[in-house]
DNA sequence: TATGAATGAGTCTTCATTCAT
DNA sequence: AATGAATGAAGACTCATTCAT
């Protein structure tokens, strides 16, 4: 039925993306993200996935560890990097390219519902939400906090601390959009909103820490 | 299960805190905001509460309503506004102090398991989330909006669009530390850092919005 | 509903014997003797029982510490002691009393269920058997050794080593019996087969250990 | 869950003992002698036979076949006879021998577990019981009985009723060591307690029934 | 023959909710 | 008002059994 039939254990997990593997972390994102890893059900997600309950533990332990794969997908999907040029000669065209890339994917539902459904358990699982920081959010603040040092080498940047520096860019890319989508109060940015946001956070950014002013 | 029948009860008997419904209040507390909605137990509440699983129905009709109340009590107590006078002199200072005492309550661990308690249950109960934005971060850049226009006025800022440049104060202020501590990566900082971030935020702001480049 | 209300925490387990708990306990007599301990289901039990099933949970813990409670009650049971004279001057007749006594009980078709039961998990929860032979066979022993230690005193018997002899007599009287009940391949016995049974074991017995070759 | 339907299955097929199927019941033995009935899982069977699940039902057409076909095999093993010479001359010695040979297999880890093991479903499947006890026990007492009747003929003992006194002989030789085995209180006696344990029995029993006090 | 994926009924257990007192 | 006993629906998980290959 299957195609790929995984020869008896290749790897242990990752490689097993058998067709019914993918229906039912399918199946698991739509219910998971819906309704949190407590409000949802495994027949729930059974019967979205189109398997029976019972073929959810043949793939997978428990609950937790379907949730735990699942949000591991999740946290794979955001390692995607935006693309950021050190030797660019246009540092504010460059950030806002890379604002704008970001915040797309950023600001997509299908992320905001992850988002909030692991910042709902972190309480619970703190290492859900510490895997999935490192793999997100943190990554970006590094990447950026990497590209401030070359621009600061060559003097096309003035910053001294370039961790906070990369923060307060991420923060100001997420103005208005971020937070208002986790608690519900807007919907989705089109791409005129997200280009103007970023160009905005780019502005404020180099009104401080661009070497002339510019922007 | 029922989605958004948290109605106007809260409301309806404000007066009425008697000894019970503190009790049982603060036991609600304590429990959703560790569990969340879905994990916490009526009878958890009951227990740490510290009156009868009955008692919690005498002065709530179901769990979502307690849960509801208790939201009620988050958004009062997150209504809290901070100080920001309008004609003060030195605007660079009033924003760090307002930034300060800002973060000092929100980067409360209290505070950041109430914010992560309503962003978990947004999607499922959009109301609950939308009420708490109102009253809790909208109020905050409604003030700042207000104060910045009168600041335009007075000569004393460069902003265009107020509503804006306040998100994007808000937003330097967290920098660092609020979405860390809702991914829970990090613990609650101290004062020496809260007044760090405060003042990064308000430099990178005026460096931007100031009138001769103050801060 | 129930009459003796416990009061909030008299004794911890002990003294609870309100309705519901015998209501309960009777049932779960019913379906554990008859299907065994993983045979038995907890809604068979709440059925037979006529309780929910909630209710069960709300006096035990769960279905090994119901089942724990009453092997508990039939050790109880297993406890009663049959009557033996050490100063009786007739010990063939004091024997047979006693034995016709013990059989009689031990014969018991209810008896030999739950006798069934133990054994049929001693490999599982080895301290089920172990608390049962010592409330119940092993108190047998132990009586009739005692027995035995005065009349060899008084020398009315001639026996070396009492516990085996004692053992040997218990052994005696279930002749024919007990393993055949257990097996299943014969009914209850009535009282004149339990007559001649513990007769038959008393003359054999008193052949050796007798002092004139009493019976 | 079928009550009685272990038909002739395991006699239809009797000389395919291919290595599947000794495998299987190897496997079998060692999950339901250990758990019970209820208690063993098709997938532990067939995961300590080495087999899969589906091979298990190439065989036996269900759990309750399987089980059945398992204790036909140790009734089989049960039906081991001892040596006893009606024509020997020296009976005490001749039964010491044959209490030793007999106790030695009877006491043995393995036979307690199935003796349990069917004890413990002897209400939920009568048949099984039966069968065993007559193909175990029972032969025992045939066989102790014809010896008896043999040596009275021959005046060398003096019994009224060759069952009954079997019966007592078999049960003094077990004095001490089954049932406390069956409850889990003792392990498998060594060679010296087999012995003694016999010896005593035999002494006992002839000293009722040995024509001139003998042993 | 042998497999192992798939199933759905059934198991133990929890929990929101009700109700007599 | 306050309790806590009682419930039944629902949840996570297991398992005997089937079936395509």
């Known amino acids: 039925m299957s195609e790929q039939k995984h020869s008896p254990l290749p790897d242990l997990q990752p490689a097993e993306d058998s067709a019914k593997v993918r229906q039912i972390l399918d199946g698991a994102r ?44 999740e946290r794979k999907r ?43 358990i972190a309480e619970k699982f703190p290492k859900v939400g510490q895997d999935f920081y490192r ?24 910053i001294d601390d370039c961790r906070m520096a990369a923060r307060q860019l991420q923060m100001l890319f997420h ?8 608690y519900g109060v807007r919907a989705q940015p089109g791409d005129a909103e997200i280009a103007r946001t970023a160009d905005e956070a780019v502005t404020t950014f180099l009104a401080r820490y661009g070497v002339n002013g510019a922007a």
């Not at 495994?42 to 699942?70: C, H, P, Q, W």
């Not at 890379?98 to 459904?117: C, D, E, H």
């Not at 103005?175 to 986790?182: K, P, R, W, Y």
């Open 30 to 73: 739509a219910v998971f993200l819906k309704l949190g890893f407590d409000g949802a059900s495994m027949g729930d997600i059974a019967r979205v996935a189109g398997v029976s309950k019972g073929t959810l533990y043949v793939y997978f332990e428990n609950k937790a560890e379907l949730f735990s794969a699942l949000i591991a997908e």
């Open 135 to 158: 793999d997100g959010p943190e990554r970006g603040i590094v990447h950026l906090a990497a590209y401030f040092e070359a621009q600061v080498a060559a003097g096309r940047l003035r």
């Open 175 to 182: 103005t208005g959009i971020v937070s208002e989508m986790l």
């Open 78 to 120: 955001a390692k995607r990097e935006f693309h950021l040029d050190p030797d660019g000669p246009d540092i504010a065209e460059d950030l806002r390219r890379y604002g704008r890339a970001m915040l797309a994917y950023v600001s997509t539902a299908q992320n905001i519902r992850s988002v909030r459904t692991v910042i709902g």
